[in-house]
């Protein structure tokens, strides 16, 4: 699988876009990449996953750029409840029983 | 309740104990998973099992057993803790489907201390 890079620690203000970059340089032509999330002491939560088109949902966008070596995933208008640990995620879908390898995430804080 | 659940949530033992966590859902889904997670890092996955009485190791599968007997229930068994056991352990399970991806719900989690 693809390794990631994401920042540590991130901030926004509540009801700015929070912007949240993700590194994934090695990434070959069939691997997805994947969002995550955990809230304090929380199990994980889906968030949203794309191959090379952008991708948007309820809960934020995801772009991906054209040589999909990087990735953002955009909360159009952060709220404290999104404050939460968020993980960048690249693998190859279906395989091996889809087996997620998190790393260390982005701690996003949004502040009031 | 329908959902995934974990039990017991808090759970205190001592080392060389057997400790049994246990980890049941309601979608039927066939697929489930244990993670662990330690303070500062990631999730790390313990095993992982694609259906009833199917189970494969994941990243750090060592004293450790699982068993997977009915779909709904995924227990994992710490057959003599160690102190290096503890940490926060998470249960996920996931739909098998073609239509699209089908994403992980992950349980509340097992706060587990080994003295």
């Known amino acids: 699988d693809a390794k990631t890079t994401q920042p540590p620690s991130m901030d926004c203000a509540e009801g700015r876009a929070a912007n949240l970059p993700c590194n994934h340089s090695?990434?070959?032509?069939?691997?997805?990449v994947y969002w995550y999330r955990q809230i304090h002491s929380q199990g994980p939560q889906y968030i949203i996953h794309?191959?090379?088109n952008n991708e948007t949902n309820e809960m934020a966008s995801l772009i991906i750029t054209e040589d999909r070596k990087s990735s953002t995933l955009i909360l159009p208008h952060a709220t404290l409840r999104d404050t939460a640990v968020y993980y960048c995620?690249?693998?190859?879908?279906?395989?091996?029983?889809?087996?997620?390898?998190f790393g260390t995430g982005t701690r996003l804080a949004v502040r009031p | 309740d329908a959902g995934i659940t974990q039990s017991p949530r808090y759970k205190i033992t001592e080392t060389g104990r057997q400790v049994t966590l246990m980890c049941h859902q309601t979608?039927?889904?066939?697929?489930m998973f244990w993670y662990r997670q330690d303070l500062g890092h990631g999730l790390r996955l313990i095993y992982y099992?694609?259906?009833?009485?199917?189970?494969d190791k994941g990243e750090v599968p060592d004293g450790y057993v699982v068993s997977r007997s009915k779909t709904e229930n995924f227990p994992l068994t710490l057959e003599s803790a160690t102190r290096s056991q503890t940490s926060v352990y998470f249960c996920?399970?996931?739909?098998?489907?073609?239509?699209?991806?089908?994403?992980?719900?992950f349980g509340p989690g097992t706060r587990l201390t080994v003295l």
């Open positions: 090695t990434i070959s032509g069939n691997e997805y």
């Open positions: 995620i690249v693998r190859v879908w279906g395989s091996s029983g889809d087996k997620l390898t």
């Open positions: 996920a399970s996931r739909a098998t489907g073609t239509s699209g991806y089908n994403e992980q719900f």
């Open positions: 099992s694609a259906a009833a009485d199917i189970t």
């Open positions: 979608w039927s889904h066939s697929y």
């Open positions: 794309g191959l090379k």
